[in-house]
Every structure is written in C-alpha cells, then in structure tokens.
C-alpha cells in the first residue's frame, strides 16, 4: 500500500484564498467543500463534500482529538463522498488529516478548523437603525482593471453592452467607501458576487458556478473579507445577496451531479409557472404547486433540489460559511417564495440558530401583503406553516407608494388612500417594522424614471421612505436622479455610476461635471440620511397615521420623548390643515423646526402646506 499526500496550494489559489495552508489533498481529491470550519458552532455536525475520480469507493478516517466521522453517504455518481464529522466542544483549531483508503491506496487531506469569532459586533445585524445602499457591483466603480476579463470566462468586458461585463469590483468599491459612509449610509447589500462562470450576462451575479468562490473578475475571497472589514471600521456592515433557489448552467459539478434528483427537472428544464400564491392557496393541487416549486427559472438557471438531504446540508452550511468568513450583517435571499418551503424555514432556523442576533430579509415580489406576511419568523398561518425569517421585502408598500404618487388627482377621495390602507394592514406581519422598505431596486425602473423625472415627486418619495416604519434601501444612484426613460431593460437600469471608471466626463463622487438638479438631489438625501443616522424616533418609534384628504397626508413617529410630524401635499395648490384633529399627538401652540428648509413653526390652529411638497417637523416640547 502506498501512501499519497500533497499540500494543493493551487487549490487554494483557485478559491481565491491567499492562505496557502487552507487545504490539502491528493491526487484523486479534487476539491472539498466547505475548505474549511470553525470550532464552536452550536451544531456540531459538519458535512464535507469530497469530490474526485471515484472518491466513493473510499473509506474515510480522522485521527483528531474531539473530532468524529458520524457518517459517510455516497452521492449516485462515483465521485463524489459525503462525511460527516462531529465537531466537539474539546476540538482545537488546527490542521488534521483527512485518511481516505482503498484498496490500493490511501489518500491524506489536510483540513483546517478554525476558532469562530466571539465578537457580537462581528456579525451586528441590520436594523431599523439603518439605511441599506444597494449596488450591483460589475456597475458601480472599477478599481483593478486588471480584472476586467479573465482568460478562461466568457464573458469579457463590453461597455457598450448594457448586458456585457463592465468592470466594476470589490476594490472599487472600495475605495469609495468614504463616499458611501458621507452620504449617511450605514448598509451595503451587494448584488451576487459569486463566481457566474456563464458565457452571456453574468455581471447581475445570479447565475451561481462555484458557491465558495468570489467571481475573480470581481476580485478575490480574500479581498472581499478586507472589503467587509474595511466597511465595519467605517461603520458600514455588509448584506449578501444568496440564492437557494437555483444555480448557474455552468457550476462546476453540472457535468457531473451527486446525485439524480439534485436538480429538479434535470432532462426537461421546464420553466416554473411563477404561481407563488400555490404556497399559501387552500385550494392549490399538487400539479400546480410542484410546477412552481420544482421549474427552473430560466434555462440557465438549473431547479435546485432542497429536498435532497445532502444539498440542504450543503445549502444551509455554505450560508453560515459565508457569515463567518467575512462577518456580515445579513442575508439578502433571492426569490425566498420558489424553493422547498420546508427546506427555507430550516435553513433560516439554523442560521437564526446560530445567530440569534442576525437579520436575514427574503424576496416576495407580491402586491398582497397576506401573502407577503406569511413568510415572516412568528406570523400565525392558517396552514400551521412556522417560518423563521425576520424580514421580507415590502413590495405592497413600494406598489401603492408609486400609484398614490402617479395617479390622476382624484375629485373625490384622496391620491394617498392606498398608502393610507396598505399601512393599515400592517396587523398581518408579526413585525412590519422589520420589513425592508424601497422606492426602486435592481429589478424594477428607477424611482426617477417611474416618477415621470419629477422631481418634486422624488423629494416627498425620498422622504415617505426615510421617516416611515421598516429599513429603507436606496439603490445606488437614486441618489443622483439615475433614470432611463423609454426603456425596461435591466441591463439599462444596472447602469454605471458616474466617475467609477477612469477617464469618466461625469464624476458624481466629486460633483464634476453633474447638472445642479443632480447635485442638489445628492445634498438633499445626504442631508436627510444623516439626520436619519441620529433620529432614534425614526429607528425605534411607533407610526400615527391620519387619514389623508385630498391631496394631503400626515403621520408621526413618535415616542415618549420625541415626535416628528411628516405631511405630504401632492397637489398642485397649497393647502391649510387643522391641527385640531391632531390633538392626540400635539398640543395647542408646541413648536417644531422643519429639518428640510430650517424654518420654525409654531403648531396651533392651523399649518400651510405648500404645493407639492413635504413638511418633516421635529415637534418640540413646551
């Protein structure tokens, strides 16, 4: 018998980790995946998938104090092997061998287990206390061009292409964090930055072929772990954008799957229905629930089976690898309603688990916010269904928000009505100040361009999103009247930011170039971002509203020492509004200073509202 045993650095640099000491393996082990773990996770069982030339056929071993092989399961095709090791509290970080032996031979892999990091900071989550500033990265600035194509993916860069690679990275970024932490942003969530290895519009990052592998052309597993510390010294944390979902046609084991029912539909590939609402429908079959939940979502986005027990395994450790790696502050989960919905509630349970300060919002693009509210950590369901997810994305929200702003003036009524009444359906979500709040997203037009580019519209927008209940999320750009009129195309709306590349005419990091609309649009979110940053009512307090008439509509956050009033005047003529119906939060002649114009006010009788326009008054007390 002959014993083989090789340090795979080139392994190593394949991940994308500088650390040459991260695995180790032999000729037939090509890969094992998660490359590493951490001692004192609370669930002490660890899956390792090992994959290489008839791996299975291997009989695994380990020689660790307080580390245990439970299990090895073998996946349908021969290359691949599943162990699970008990990880127990007695275990040191370090490096022990992995022994795989057969008949001929025996295979030794180095695996590292690391300490976790005991720090609560580490991980601090995202809260009502911030404002996310979303970025699709291929899209915001280049900071190394010497990543813009790669030999070996496709995709090179094209930036006339409005679906092509543009260049944009983590270094970029980067070096604009200052700006970013200027503005009074105290989130970023990033679009997918994980390899997309596919031949056509793999800049968006939703097309995952390697989950344990930055997209090199965006840089490296290393450089976003400094890109994420980097952050938190500036007070900024970091959301990742995760797809349980779905992979990418061109993911490393797609020639070769563990097993038969790792994907659904692998021979078909028939494209879901999209019948979300079949999760919560009494009356749904079963035909037309598994035509939603089992379909791909497009062609080249392979139907992953989370009711695989190896891949939910595989799914639900590969997120925890993720947030401590790099230490994030929360998980943006993509299309949370398509996979498994069991599998969902689990994977959310165990991170939740093991982070029980972590925040995680998930994506249900509905109108309806019964069925939005189902999906939410403590709701009650008709169906007994129990879900362990903290925040959703509040789509019904931002869908009336844009009709009360675009509507035709009504003759009777008011245009606010549906903001009015989708608030107060509010009693459906367990925790509707949780819910992520937005005027736009990478998904849908920008608010400028929804808003017909007016800009006295985009003003009451940014403020309604700013004041109100839940964590409001800006998409990059927003912030300088980024529009795109005359066209839906995604590849349009994921458009640059202006001065992230060299040689730009436009610079909206320096205001070169920029029109006086622009800049003013930038100073005005700045302005309000940062009062934002130090307006505890807005993070904590509770929600007033009072029914709008006409054209004019009026809340208050409020708590026991503080109280701001926001009013809206959509229309085109200024308005008078009584006070007196506001006796429950104000009293007769208290005075309030508007945070906009500076100007002070004291509230008896009556207020003026100018047309179109909005009041955000600090209330003082007596």
Known sequence: ?????????????????????????????????????????????????????????????VDYAGVEIIRSERGDSPNYLFVYLDIGESADPGTFELEFTGPEQTLSYSYELREKNADPAYTKAFSSADVVYLITPDRFANGDEGNDSIDGYDDKLNRKDNYGRHGGDIRGILQHLDYISDMGFTQIWLNPILENAVSRASYHGYSTTDYYKVDPRFGSNESYREFVTAARGKGIGIIQDMIANHAGSGHWWSDDLPTSDWYNLPDSKTITSHARTTNQDPYASAFDKAAHANGWFVETMPDLNQRNPLLADYLIQNSLWWIEYVGLSGIRQDTYPYPDKHFMSEWTRRIMDEYPHFNIVGEEWSPSPAIVSYWQRGKKNHDGY?????????????????????????????????????????????????????????????????????????????????????????????????????????????????????GDRRNAFTGTGMSEKELDAQRFMRKL????KNADVIHRGKLMQYSPIGNVYAYFRYNDDESVMVVFNRGKKARKLDLDRFHERLDPGQPAVDVLSGKSYVLSGSLEVGPRSVLLLEVKKK
């Open 386 to 502: 129990e879900s362990s997810l903290p925040s959703l994305m509040d789509f019904p929200l931002q869908i009336v928000m844009k009709q009360s702003l675009t509507d035709p003036e009504k003759p009777w009524g008011s245009v606010w009505t549906p903001v009015y009444e989708m608030l107060g359906h509010d009693f459906l979500y367990a925790d509707p100040f949780n819910l992520m709040i937005f005027p736009d997203n990478h998904d849908m037009s920008r608010i400028y361009t929804q808003l017909d580019e007016d800009y006295a519209l985009f003003r009451i927008a940014t403020v309604f999103y700013l004041t109100m209940r839940g964590i409001p999320q800006v998409f990059y750009g927003t912030e300088i009247l980024m529009s795109h009129p005359g066209t839906e195309s995604h590849g349009a709306l994921r458009m640059d930011f202006p001065g992230g590349w060299e």
């Open 1 to 61: 018998m002959t014993k083989l045993a090789f340090i795979a650095a080139g392994c190593c640099l394949l991940l994308g980790f500088s650390d040459s000491a991260l695995a180790a393996g032999a000729d037939d082990i090509e890969r094992v995946e998660p490359p590493f773990w951490w001692q004192g996770f609370k669930h002490r069982e660890l899956q390792l998938l090992v994959h290489g030339d008839n791996v299975s056929e291997l009989s695994p071993s």
């Open 529 to 532: 971002l940062n009062w934002r």
